[in-house]
C-alpha cells in the first residue's frame, strides 16, 4: 500500500511559478511510476507528466516548456515545477502511483492517488 499527499497549491498570478510536491510513504518499490493529473470543475482528469522508475520523465503537450516532473531531493517525494502559469492552467492536482502503467495517460493505470492540492491562476 501507498499513500500519497500533495502540497505547495495556491494562489498566483499568471506568468507566476508554483512548485508541487507530492510525498510518498508505505511500500515505495523502484518500479513505480508517479504521476501528476490535473482536473477543473466540471472536467476531465488530465494527464499532465510522468516519472518511471528509471527516471524517464515525460509530459502532455500542452505543458511542455513550463512544467517539469522530477524525483525530489529526499527519496519518497517528487516534485512539479510549474513555470510561466496561465489562467487555464486553474485546476486540483493529483499525485498518482502504480506499479504496472502500461498507458501513462490513463488515470486508471495508477492505483494509488492523493487527496489533491488547488493551483488557481488569476489574471
Known amino acids: 500500500q501507498v499513500q500519497l499527499m500533495e502540497s505547495g497549491g495556491d494562489s498566483v498570478q499568471a506568468g507566476g511559478s508554483l512548485r508541487l510536491s507530492c510525498e510518498a510513504s508505505?511500500?515505495?518499490?523502484?518500479?513505480?511510476?508517479f504521476a501528476w493529473f490535473r482536473q477543473a470543475p466540471g472536467a476531465e482528469r488530465d494527464w499532465v507528466a510522468t516519472?518511471?522508475?528509471?527516471?524517464?520523465?515525460s509530459h502532455a503537450d500542452f505543458v511542455k516548456g513550463r512544467f517539469t516532473i522530477a524525483k525530489g531531493n529526499s527519496k519518497n517525494t517528487f516534485t512539479l515545477q510549474m513555470n510561466s502559469l496561465k489562467l487555464e492552467d486553474t485546476a486540483m492536482y493529483y499525485c498518482?502511483?502504480?506499479?504496472?502503467?502500461?498507458?501513462?495517460?490513463?488515470?486508471?493505470?495508477?492505483?494509488?492517488w492523493g487527496q489533491g492540492t488547488q493551483v488557481t491562476v488569476s489574471s
Open positions: 498518482a502511483a502504480g506499479r504496472y502503467v502500461a498507458d501513462r495517460l490513463r488515470a486508471s493505470e495508477y492505483e494509488y
Open positions: 508505505g511500500y515505495i518499490s523502484t518500479r513505480l511510476s
Open positions: 516519472i518511471d522508475g528509471d527516471g524517464t520523465s
